[in-house]
């Protein structure tokens, strides 16, 4: 199997942080060199390690944005 490729371009926030010192993080990353997208995943300390994510398009992360500001407003 081929080898992941990222960058972290900008690390935007964390949104937890679990009992072992794992981060859930919302950053913008470019994967194998392709154009950065929105990235919300697990990080092991010093980003060594990642779980699991998902990646937003630009308008994916729009999208996703006003679906939230629907639940908060509730």
Do not use: C, Q
Request: glycine share 6%; hydrophobic share 40%; no cysteine.
């Amino acid at each position: 199997m081929a080898e992941i490729k990222f960058e972290i371009k900008e690390e935007l926030g964390i949104i937890s942080e679990s009992s072992k010192g794992w981060t859930k993080e919302v950053n913008l990353i470019s994967w194998n060199g392709a154009a950065p997208k929105y990235d919300i995943r697990d990080w092991a300390p010093n980003h060594e390690k990642m779980g699991k994510g998902i990646t937003l398009t630009s308008d994916e992360a729009e999208s996703l944005y006003k679906i939230l500001a629907k639940i908060v407003e509730e």
